[in-house]
């Protein structure tokens, strides 16, 4: 909002600016949406003059006019794109994870998330360069367990402490802490000169529904509110700060016999991107396995469309060439 002042283009003299402002007229916006000449009427000044000061305004302040092609050039131009580290999620992706939007997984225990968003900080840090703000919710992160997987991906003993020290890991255990230090990162962002920006390209949060569950359900409104503003942080901070956030999400049992996500409808509508994990095969463990990755929500690609991976004995996911997208089965809607 641009306020008029003696001064802000030429012909805007005091005496003009005074007796606009005894119109009620204070800001550009209200003197170009005006009609100007009953305005020179109540004002008593030239319409001459008031065309021609309106004119330079317009001229000054309105915006170019863009299209959309326009539009979306400026998105592509600050969006990156990270690899999640397995070709085949990567193509369900549509090439990966987006920056400035949120993805969430969701699946039954076992059935890989953890592995997921484990592989996709890993590559991240090892490939990219870049870092990662990991915050595990369920205490099934362990150094050695990240360790392994930076050992199959980076040779030498000082490429792989580099590789450590760019994911930082964060345990939390409820809500308030989550929104803490979600907020004290988006501060630290603020606080440093565009351009020289922390090259944290990720945060993901495994899980969101380990933090949020225990205070929702019931009369609780302060649940509700609490998750809401969970999911305003965490959309601004992808928006703004031009980061991927990845969050994983359990299932509950849905009506008809299926699975659908956890967290209810008011949660469905924060992801951007939700991706259903099942496990496709019986008997072993859970930490091995073929997985399948279903699209339950993409603004990009088709949903129910669905892609199957390996995870190894290691727990590593197999990183296979990508195979050809298939429609799913039936799914529980949320």
Same mark, same amino acid.
């Given at each position: &909002?641009?306020?008029?002042?003696?001064?802000? #283009?030429?012909?805007?003299?005091?005496?003009?600016?005074?007796?606009?402002?005894?119109?009620?007229?204070?800001?550009? &916006?209200?003197?170009?949406?005006?009609?100007?000449?009953?305005?020179?009427?109540? #004002?008593?000044?030239?319409?001459?003059?008031?065309?021609?000061?309106?004119?330079?305004?317009?001229?000054?302040?309105?915006? %170019?006019?863009?299209? *959309?092609?326009?539009?979306?050039?400026?998105?592509?131009?600050?969006?990156?794109?990270?690899?999640?580290?397995?070709?085949?999620?990567?193509?369900?992706?549509?090439? *990966?994870?987006?920056? *400035?939007?949120?993805? =969430? %997984?969701?699946?039954?225990?076992?059935?890989?998330?953890?592995?997921? #968003?484990?592989?996709?900080?890993?590559?991240?840090? #090892?490939?990219?360069?870049?870092?990662?703000?990991?915050?595990?919710?369920?205490?099934?992160?362990?150094?050695?367990?990240?360790?392994?997987?930076?050992?199959?991906?980076?040779?030498?003993?000082?490429? +792989?402490?580099?590789?450590? +020290?760019?994911?930082?890991?964060?345990?939390?255990?409820?809500?308030?802490?989550?929104?803490?230090?979600?907020?004290?990162?988006?501060?630290? %962002?603020?606080? +440093?000169?565009?351009?020289?920006?922390?090259?944290?390209?990720?945060?993901?949060?495994?899980?969101?529904?380990?933090?949020?569950?225990?205070?929702?359900? *019931?009369?609780?409104? =302060?649940? &509700?509110?609490?998750?809401?503003?969970?999911?305003?942080?965490?959309?601004? &901070?992808?928006? =703004?700060?031009?980061?991927?956030?990845?969050?994983?999400?359990?299932?509950?049992?849905?009506?008809?016999?299926?699975?659908?996500?956890?967290?209810?409808?008011?949660?469905?509508?924060?992801?951007?991107?939700?991706?259903?994990? +099942?496990?496709?095969?019986?008997?072993?463990?859970?930490?091995?396995?073929?997985?399948?990755?279903?699209?339950?929500?993409?603004?990009?690609?088709?949903?129910?469309?669905?892609?199957? %991976?390996?995870?190894?004995?290691?727990?590593?996911?197999?990183?296979?060439?990508?195979?050809?997208?298939?429609?799913?089965?039936?799914?529980?809607?949320?």
């Amino acid at each position: &909002m641009v306020f008029l002042r003696e001064g802000i #283009c030429p012909g805007a003299t005091a005496q003009l600016i005074q007796a606009l402002k005894d119109q009620n007229v204070v800001t550009v &916006m209200h003197l170009v949406s005006a009609d100007v000449e009953d305005l020179a009427q109540k #004002c008593s000044v030239s319409y001459k003059t008031l065309v021609a000061v309106r004119r330079v305004l317009l001229a000054q302040y309105s915006p %170019f006019p863009s299209n *959309g092609a326009d539009l979306y050039e400026e998105l592509l131009g600050s969006t990156a794109i990270l690899s999640t580290g397995n070709q085949k999620l990567d193509s369900l992706l549509d090439s *990966g994870l987006y920056t *400035g939007e949120l993805t =969430e %997984f969701v699946g039954a225990p076992g059935t890989g998330k953890t592995q997921v #968003c484990l592989s996709l900080a890993v590559n991240i840090s #090892c490939e990219l360069k870049q870092k990662v703000l990991y915050i595990d919710s369920t205490g099934g992160l362990t150094a050695s367990r990240l360790l392994h997987l930076i050992q199959n991906q980076v040779d030498g003993v000082e490429g +792989q402490s580099e590789a450590l +020290q760019r994911i930082e890991v964060v345990r939390v255990f409820e809500v308030y802490r989550l929104l803490d230090i979600l907020q004290d990162l988006r501060m630290s %962002f603020t606080r +440093q000169v565009s351009g020289a920006r922390s090259s944290v390209k990720a945060v993901v949060i495994d899980s969101v529904s380990a933090v949020l569950s225990s205070i929702l359900g *019931g009369h609780q409104l =302060e649940g &509700m509110s609490l998750m809401m503003q969970l999911a305003r942080e965490l959309k601004t &901070m992808a928006r =703004e700060l031009g980061v991927a956030v990845i969050v994983t999400n359990c299932v509950v049992q849905d009506t008809g016999g299926g699975v659908k996500p956890a967290l209810g409808r008011s949660w469905s509508y924060v992801p951007n991107i939700r991706i259903l994990l +099942q496990h496709r095969t019986e008997g072993v463990g859970p930490h091995s396995g073929k997985r399948s990755a279903t699209i339950l929500k993409s603004s990009r690609q088709p949903t129910k469309i669905s892609t199957e %991976f390996d995870i190894t004995s290691y727990g590593t996911l197999s990183n296979q060439a990508a195979s050809s997208q298939h429609p799913a089965g039936d799914l529980g809607s949320n």
